[in-house]
C-alpha cells in the first residue's frame, strides 16, 4: 500500500508535465486501462464480460456504487430512476430562454447545472440516502434534457418520459416519438443504444472525469461538477471527436478529397484522423473493437444501409497499414465507429457529444463520490512555470 500522505508533501521541485500525461493526480478504485495491452476494467470487470451479458443501467450502478446489483437492488434503481424522469416545471421552462439554434451540449450543461437551483438539499451531500436521490436525479433527467435540447433546436414539441420504457427505449421514445405516434425501436436498437452508453460509462482519467475531480476538489455540488464535466467533453479531441469522424467520412463521401488525399493531408499534418489515436491505448481500444463488431451486427440486422460504414473500414485498413501511424502506434479509437451506430438510430451529429455524456454520467459521479469520500482529497493546484516578463515600473498612462 502506498502511503498517500507521504507523497503529498511539498518538496520545493515542480514537475513540468504539460497535457499530465505522466502525472497522477489521484487514486482510484474504479476503472483500470491497460494501454499497451488494450485492457479495460470497470472495478475489475472486463469492458467484453460486461458487454456481452451487462445493461448500461446495472453497469451504472455497479460503477456508482462498487459492486453489481442483485435482482432486487437493480429493479429498486430502475423504478427510482422512473421517479425520477420528468424535470421541474421551473427547469422545463429554462429551455424557452435558449435559441433554437443554441447547441443542445451548451443547453446539456447549463440545464444540469440549473437542477442545483431546484434541488438545495442535495447541494450538500452527506448521506448515502441523499447520494442515491442526486444520482437517480441526474441519470435519469440528463436522457429528459437530451432529448429535450434536441426538440427545441427542430421546433418540435417536448415529449415527456414514459416510464413504462426502459431507459434506452425511453430515450429513444424522446428523441423520436411524435404525438399521437409513439416511436418504437427494435430490441437490436435498444441493445445498440445500452451498449453504446455502457462503452462510454468511464475511463478513468480522461480530461472531462478530471474536470469533474478538480471542480469537485474546491468541495463544489454534484450538478455543478458533472457539468463542468459536459463542458470539457465537448471539445472535438475528447467527445466532439465522433462528431468530427463522421464529418470527415461525409467529405470522403462527397467526394471532396479520396482515401488516400486525405491519409496525405494528415501525414503532412494539415488534418488529424478524427477517432484515431490515445493517450492511453498504444496497440488498440478495446471499445473500438466492440463497436466495430455491433456496427456491423446492427447494419445487418435492422437493413439498414450506410455507406459510411465501408468508408470507415477502408480508411481504417489503409491507416493501419501506413507507417505514420504504427510508427506513432495510432489506431482506431473509440469514437471511430461509435457514429456509425449513432446514425443508424437516427441521432443528428450535433448530438453526437450529448450520447457521450450521457453514457459518461455514471463514471463522473463515481469519480465525484470517490474524491468526496476521501478524507485525503486535496484542492487541485497545479504549478505553472513562469515565463513572463521580469519586474518593471507601471507607467502612468500619458507616457505609454
Ligand atoms: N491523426 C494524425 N496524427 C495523430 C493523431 C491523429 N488522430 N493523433 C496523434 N497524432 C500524431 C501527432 O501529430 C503526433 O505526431 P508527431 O510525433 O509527429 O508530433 C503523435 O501522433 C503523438 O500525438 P500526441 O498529440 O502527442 O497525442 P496525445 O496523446 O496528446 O493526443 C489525442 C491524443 C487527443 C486523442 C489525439 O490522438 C487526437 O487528437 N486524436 C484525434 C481526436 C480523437 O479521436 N479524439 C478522441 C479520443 S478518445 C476519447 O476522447 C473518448
Same mark, same amino acid.
Given at each position: 500500500a502506498i502511503d498517500i500522505r507521504a507523497l503529498r508533501k511539498d518538496t520545493g521541485h515542480i514537475t513540468y508535465d504539460p497535457g499530465f500525461g505522466n502525472t497522477g493526480a489521484c487514486s482510484s478504485a474504479i476503472t483500470f486501462v491497460d494501454g499497451e495491452n488494450g485492457i479495460l476494467r470497470y472495478r475489475g470487470y472486463s469492458i467484453e464480460e460486461l458487454a456481452a451479458n451487462s445493461s448500461f443501467i446495472e453497469t451504472a450502478y455497479m460503477l456508482i456504487f462498487g459492486a453489481l446489483p442483485t435482482r432486487e437492488e437493480r429493479q429498486q434503481f430502475r423504478d427510482?430512476?422512473?421517479?425520477?424522469?420528468? %424535470?421541474?416545471?421551473?427547469?422545463?421552462?429554462?429551455?424557452?430562454?435558449?435559441?433554437?439554434?443554441?447547441?443542445?451540449?451548451?443547453?446539456?450543461?447549463?440545464?444540469?447545472?440549473?437542477?442545483?437551483?431546484?434541488?438545495?438539499?442535495?447541494?450538500?451531500?452527506?448521506?448515502?440516502?441523499?447520494?442515491?436521490?442526486?444520482?437517480?436525479?441526474?441519470?435519469?433527467?440528463?436522457?429528459?434534457?437530451?432529448?429535450?435540447?434536441?426538440?427545441?433546436?427542430?421546433? %418540435?414539441?417536448?415529449?415527456?418520459?414514459?416510464?413504462?420504457?426502459?431507459?434506452?427505449?425511453?430515450?429513444?421514445?424522446?428523441?423520436?416519438?411524435?404525438?399521437?405516434?409513439?416511436?418504437?425501436?427494435?430490441?437490436?436498437?435498444?441493445?445498440?443504444?445500452?451498449?453504446?452508453?455502457?462503452?462510454?460509462?468511464?475511463?478513468?482519467?480522461?480530461?472531462?472525469?478530471?474536470?469533474?475531480?478538480?471542480?469537485?476538489?474546491?468541495?463544489?455540488?454534484?450538478?455543478?461538477?458533472?457539468?463542468?464535466?459536459?463542458?470539457?467533453?465537448?471539445?472535438?479531441?475528447?467527445?466532439?471527436?465522433?462528431?468530427?469522424?463522421?464529418?470527415?467520412?461525409?467529405?470522403?463521401?462527397?467526394?471532396?478529397?479520396?482515401?488516400?488525399?486525405?491519409?496525405?493531408?494528415?501525414?503532412?499534418?494539415?488534418?488529424?484522423?478524427?477517432?484515431?489515436?490515445?493517450?492511453?491505448y498504444k496497440s488498440f481500444d478495446p471499445r473500438a473493437k466492440i463497436l466495430r463488431k455491433a456496427a456491423h451486427e446492427m447494419l445487418e440486422s435492422t437493413g439498414y444501409q450506410d455507406p459510411m460504414l465501408d468508408i470507415a473500414l477502408e480508411l481504417a485498413d489503409v491507416a493501419m497499414n501506413d507507417e505514420y501511424f504504427t510508427e506513432r502506434k495510432l489506431y482506431p479509437n473509440v469514437d471511430f465507429y461509435s457514429g456509425i451506430i449513432l446514425r443508424a438510430l437516427g441521432i443528428p451529429v450535433n448530438m453526437f457529444p450529448v450520447m457521450f455524456a450521457i453514457g459518461r454520467m455514471p463514471g463522473w459521479i463515481a469519480h465525484w463520490h470517490e474524491a468526496h469520500a476521501d478524507s485525503t482529497t486535496r484542492i487541485h493546484r497545479p504549478r505553472q512555470i513562469y515565463i513572463g516578463d521580469t519586474p518593471r515600473p507601471y507607467i502612468p498612462i500619458d507616457k505609454r
Open positions: 427510482l430512476l422512473s421517479d425520477q424522469e420528468l %424535470l421541474h416545471e421551473g427547469l422545463r421552462h429554462h429551455f424557452d430562454g435558449f435559441p433554437s439554434a443554441g447547441h443542445p451540449m451548451a443547453i446539456l450543461s447549463a440545464v444540469i447545472n440549473a437542477m442545483g437551483c431546484y434541488h438545495p438539499d442535495l447541494l450538500e451531500i452527506e448521506t448515502d440516502e441523499e447520494f442515491l436521490r442526486a444520482t437517480a436525479k441526474i441519470i435519469s433527467k440528463v436522457r429528459t434534457i437530451a432529448t429535450w435540447s434536441f426538440r427545441k433546436g427542430q421546433g %418540435l414539441p417536448f415529449m415527456y418520459p414514459d416510464p413504462k420504457l426502459s431507459y434506452c427505449r425511453n430515450f429513444l421514445h424522446m428523441m423520436h416519438s411524435i404525438p399521437y405516434k409513439q416511436f418504437d425501436p427494435t430490441d437490436e436498437q435498444e441493445r445498440a443504444l445500452s451498449l453504446f452508453f455502457l462503452l462510454h460509462a468511464d475511463h478513468e482519467q480522461n480530461c472531462s472525469c478530471s474536470t469533474v475531480r478538480m471542480v469537485q476538489s474546491t468541495e463544489a455540488n454534484l450538478f455543478a461538477s458533472v457539468s463542468a464535466g459536459i463542458c470539457a467533453l465537448w471539445g472535438r479531441l475528447h467527445g466532439g471527436a465522433n462528431a468530427g469522424v463522421v464529418t470527415m467520412l461525409e467529405q470522403i463521401r462527397d467526394g471532396e478529397a479520396s482515401i488516400s488525399e486525405y491519409i496525405e493531408r494528415v501525414k503532412k499534418k494539415e488534418l488529424k484522423l478524427m477517432g484515431f489515436g490515445h493517450r492511453i
